[in-house]
């Protein structure tokens, strides 16, 4: 009896421990502008690791606690439900522990290690079923209780498919992590309601009857509770294969790998997309992705695993660290990512890829949306001897004033295709600030005609919406524009057919030296 009400004691508690678990990871995460896509910023500051792994252990401790007393009562009757709930649970706790004492997996908390992230997964998979078999154990003794746990069990599911999707949408690279806090305040709230059942408080809260006229679930019902599980989880999951089935499958079939090099201090991962019809030289993309997303984020949303097909191309799609590229700029949102030079990891998946795939040195270009097209304009400053185009899709080029006098000398002409809509608020084509200062974008093409030499009247064609503009420039370099009237802050449907055409078209130009 004194264990039970301890452990009723303690179910109770557990809300608030999660709670301040929360919030002590929030204090210390560098979640920047989201959390969403780049959910590991939640877990891997490793200056507070082990007040977080006390919390995490007190919380654990407490549910474990519930559970025993629990499962008590089935062993008791001789219940194989109970032995389920017990393996389950522990399973579960044990590997929220082991993803607690595992993060981070490098000393700047980048990313995640491997062993961790396998950890968030079997939290999110696990701890559900657990609940489910812990409905069918208290079906006899409290049918109320049994019904809550089971709908605890068929929310928690689908909370985690759904924050998994949300996540892998955004580019994260270990989405799975976003479910695990809702997944444990759901597991807290059961632990407080089995804690109050514990202590025989539900009595008092409902007039004097615990949970009344409530009928026990049977087995018909326990089988009805388990197909909306499976049917919940499968319609949440549709969308999200419908709308990445392409990516998904290219990554089952081997064409799209997700590979890893050391660039710096820390390992960078990206992902590469290598054709059936790849040429013997074929010519290589870089796809950036934009703030706080990721290399899957950037190849389902810009579809460019097509392009590439369709030319014989290899396409890449780096990941940035925490908050995205060092386009430009730097503070606690804004870059300031030491040990992680991106210019230096473009740079060495360049040659790599001229080495291991024999890439066509004079067809290597860069495109990327949003800070990706700001790091696309770096890239073609920095980087000029080896990059023969760029296509900024929605990106800026400014100093912190907002001046386009960027420091940029190129060792030979790049040709440049920006394309941007006009009513894209995120980053304005009049410039100004928005939650830094941009350029006017009439201003970035302007440093670009200087810096590549152009001359003479622009070619001008319109096409719906698009109006596309080009001047010619020196090398047989061109730098142009594609405006899309209405346009928004994202990566249209023709985007990736008139970038792909416009990199065929413009080879790298001589270089100087």
Partial sequence: MRFTRAAGLAGILSPAIWAVACLVELDHANIGHSIVSRPERFFSDSAWHWPLILLVAAMLAAELAVAVALVRRGWSSKRPEASAVAVLLATAGLARLAMALLLPSDPHGYSVSGAAAGGASVVVLVTPLALLFAAALLRREDAGLAWLSAGIAIGMASIAVWATEWAARSGASQPQ????????????????????????WPASFWSGERWPAIPAPGRKSTVVIALLLVVGVVGQSSSFVNSFGPAIGAQLTGRTRVESIHADAVDRTYRVYRPANELASPGLVIVLHGSFGGGFQAETTTGFDAQAGRLGWIAVYPDGVADGWDAFGSGPTWGNHPGADDVAFIKDLIYYFEAKDHVDPDRVYVTGHS????????????????????????????????????????????SVLAIHGTADATIPMAGGRVDIMFSPMANVIARWHSLDGCAGSPTVSGDGSVTATAWGCAAGSTVATRIIDGGCHCWASGDSRAIADFFVAHPRAPRSG
């Fill in 371 to 414: 800070r990706g097209g700001m790091m696309s304009y770096r890239l073609g400053c920095e980087l000029s001897e080896i990059v023969a185009a760029i296509a900024p899709v929605s990106g800026n080029m400014a100093t912190a004033g907002g001046s386009a006098d960027v420091p940029c000398t190129l060792a030979g002409p790049v």
């Fill in 177 to 200: 992590l976003l479910a695990v806090e809702p997944v444990e305040g759901l597991a807290a709230a059961w632990s407080a309601a089995v804690g109050a059942w514990l202590l025989g």
